[in-house]
Every structure is written in structure tokens, then in C-alpha cells.
């Protein structure tokens, strides 16, 4: 049995392994990493900008070419925050005036494990399963000019596309099914990474004191989670109300709101009357 990669600590027993986060990385971004040491709640001193942020996951390779930081969110976020984390990396780097080129290629990295919950600004609902933002400027004809390196990749399962590679397929159904499926999951064992993770997440191969603070971050979880239902539940059903003014579909608005289809009906109900 599959433990579940939504819960912080088993998040981070996987992918602190050196094997499942070359290979992870790999798959993601299309690079060969070494690296030595892999940090959790990684935090930069002096801080950078006014946020005092920390990072989840993060590591340098062995040539000090490449940071990369992996983000797990249990719950949405609009993509400001991803942003100054993507953003505060790069700018870290220039610690002088004259200094303004990074010395190294900053990749984020955020796995996501809930629905989308934002729209676009025109208020069409994103439900993409990858999302890449590059730095690099174009031309009025759309034509890339490759100056810089840095990436930023939004990953969520919620919302599989049948374009998504291969290799990125593998991974957002290991994260998918040690959620959904964790007794009888299908995956591909044939990739050594998702092989040791599976390894490394399988329940019997927990430590005793792993298992106590997977537990309790559970239990953190649903109290957070019940509080912020009490706060959300009007936006909610305002969010809902919207999309069925825009003709959205009740799978949709289920996707951005979390009502469930019998509520989106009577809001329907309701609206009409």
C-alpha cells in the first residue's frame, strides 16, 4: 500500500532520495542532474525581497550551474506566490550591483494536488495539467530569443490531457494514485525512479516515528481544511453562480468551486427561479 505524496512528510521522504529526484527532474525538465546535498525548508539569509519564504525541496548540482526547487501544495494557490518564488531564486543570485547576469539556471518545479480553483483574468477556468512559463523574450513575430535558461513547471493530475509526454505522465500517476488508489495502483515500474519511489512511500517501509508525523499532519489538515470550509463556502457558491451565468458545465464549476453537482443544481434551480 502506497502512502499518500499529498502528506508533507511522505512528500519529502521521496523526493529527498538523490535517485527519485535526478530522475524526477529528468523526466520533468529534459535534464541530467548531479547533485550532493538536497535541503528541505530551505530559507536564503539575508532574506530576499520582503517575504522571508521556504522553500519545500531544493538543491544545487555538483557544478553550481543549476538550482532547482520542488513546491508541494496541498491546497490552491493563486500564482503570485509561485512567482516570487520563482522570481526571488533568480534575484538571490546578485549579490552586487555589477552583477547582474545569474550565475545559475533557476528551475521551479510545483506539484499541485487539488483541483484548480483561478481563472484567467477574462475568467475562463484553468484546468491544465502542465504549465510552463519561461523568461526568454520573443519577437513581434513570436519569434523565441533563447537568453536565458530559467523555468518554472506547474504540475497537477486533476486535469490529465492525453498531450502530456510520457515521462511526465508517469510521475502525475504516481502523485495521482498514492492519493486516489493507494491499494492497487498502475504505474510504471519500468522507470527506476517511479520504481523507488514506490519503494520509498510503501507504507510497511515507514519508520515508526514517519508513520506518527504522517498522523499528525493528517489530522493538521482536516482541522485547517474545516476552517477554511467555514470562510469559503459563500465564495464558493458566488464562484458557482458566476459560471452558470457563463455557461460553464457543472463538471467545471465542480472543478473550480468543489460543490458537489447536487448543490451546482440547485444553485441552477435557484438562479432561474
Given at each position: 500500500?502506497?502512502?499518500?505524496?499529498?502528506?508533507?512528510?511522505?512528500?519529502?521522504?521521496?523526493?529527498?532520495?538523490?535517485?527519485?529526484?535526478?530522475?524526477?527532474?529528468?523526466?520533468?525538465?529534459?535534464?541530467?542532474?548531479?547533485?550532493?546535498?538536497?535541503?528541505?525548508?530551505?530559507?536564503?539569509?539575508?532574506?530576499?525581497?520582503?517575504?522571508?519564504?521556504?522553500?519545500?525541496?531544493?538543491?544545487?548540482?555538483?557544478?553550481?550551474?543549476?538550482?532547482?526547487?520542488?513546491?508541494?501544495?496541498?491546497?490552491?494557490?493563486?500564482?503570485?506566490?509561485?512567482?516570487?518564488?520563482?522570481?526571488?531564486?533568480?534575484?538571490?543570485?546578485?549579490?552586487?550591483?555589477?552583477?547582474?547576469?545569474?550565475?545559475?539556471?533557476?528551475?521551479?518545479?510545483?506539484?499541485?494536488?487539488?483541483?484548480?480553483?483561478?481563472?484567467?483574468?477574462?475568467?475562463?477556468?484553468?484546468?491544465?495539467?502542465?504549465?510552463?512559463?519561461?523568461?526568454?523574450?520573443?519577437?513581434?513575430?513570436?519569434?523565441?530569443?533563447?537568453?536565458?535558461?530559467?523555468?518554472?513547471?506547474?504540475?497537477?493530475?486533476?486535469?490529465?490531457?492525453?498531450?502530456?509526454?510520457?515521462?511526465?505522465?508517469?510521475?502525475?500517476?504516481?502523485?495521482?494514485?498514492?492519493?486516489?488508489?493507494?491499494?492497487?495502483?498502475?504505474?510504471?515500474?519500468?522507470?527506476?525512479?517511479?520504481k523507488k519511489a514506490v519503494e520509498i512511500i510503501s507504507f510497511e517501509n515507514l519508520t515508526p516515528e514517519e508513520r506518527a508525523q504522517t498522523k499528525f499532519n493528517e489530522m493538521r489538515?482536516?482541522?485547517?481544511?474545516?476552517?477554511?470550509?467555514?470562510?469559503?463556502?459563500?465564495?464558493?457558491?458566488?464562484?458557482?453562480?458566476?459560471?452558470?451565468?457563463?455557461?460553464?458545465?457543472?463538471?467545471?464549476?465542480a472543478d473550480i468551486t468543489g460543490l458537489s453537482f447536487e448543490q451546482i443544481d440547485q444553485l441552477r434551480k435557484e438562479q432561474?427561479?
Amino acid at each position: 500500500m502506497l502512502c499518500n505524496l499529498d502528506n508533507e512528510v511522505i512528500f519529502k521522504k521521496a523526493f529527498t532520495n538523490k535517485t527519485v529526484f535526478k530522475a524526477f527532474v529528468r523526466d520533468v525538465l529534459g535534464i541530467e542532474v548531479e547533485v550532493d546535498t538536497i535541503e528541505t525548508e530551505k530559507r536564503f539569509a539575508p532574506r530576499v525581497g520582503y517575504v522571508d519564504f521556504q522553500l519545500d525541496i531544493f538543491a544545487e548540482t555538483t557544478d553550481k550551474r543549476v538550482c532547482i526547487e520542488i513546491q508541494r501544495v496541498e491546497y490552491d494557490h493563486h500564482f503570485d506566490r509561485f512567482l516570487h518564488y520563482f522570481l526571488m531564486l533568480i534575484a538571490e543570485q546578485q549579490k552586487s550591483s555589477k552583477e547582474y547576469t545569474p550565475e545559475r539556471t533557476v528551475y521551479v518545479i510545483v506539484v499541485l494536488t487539488a483541483p484548480y480553483k483561478i481563472s484567467e483574468k477574462n475568467g475562463k477556468p484553468i484546468l491544465d495539467e502542465v504549465l510552463l512559463l519561461k523568461l526568454n523574450p520573443q519577437t513581434l513575430l513570436g519569434e523565441v530569443r533563447e537568453l536565458y535558461g530559467h523555468q518554472f513547471v506547474c504540475l497537477n493530475p486533476n486535469h490529465p490531457n492525453t498531450e502530456t509526454p510520457k515521462p511526465i505522465r508517469d510521475w502525475l500517476d504516481l502523485i495521482y494514485q498514492s492519493i486516489h488508489s493507494p491499494e492497487r495502483p498502475v504505474l510504471n515500474l519500468q522507470n527506476e525512479g517511479i520504481k523507488k519511489a514506490v519503494e520509498i512511500i510503501s507504507f510497511e517501509n515507514l519508520t515508526p516515528e514517519e508513520r506518527a508525523q504522517t498522523k499528525f499532519n493528517e489530522m493538521r489538515r482536516i482541522v485547517l481544511a474545516k476552517e477554511r470550509l467555514a470562510g469559503s463556502d459563500e465564495r464558493n457558491i458566488q464562484n458557482a453562480l458566476s459560471g452558470i451565468s457563463k455557461g460553464y458545465s457543472n463538471q467545471i464549476i465542480a472543478d473550480i468551486t468543489g460543490l458537489s453537482f447536487e448543490q451546482i443544481d440547485q444553485l441552477r434551480k435557484e438562479q432561474k427561479e
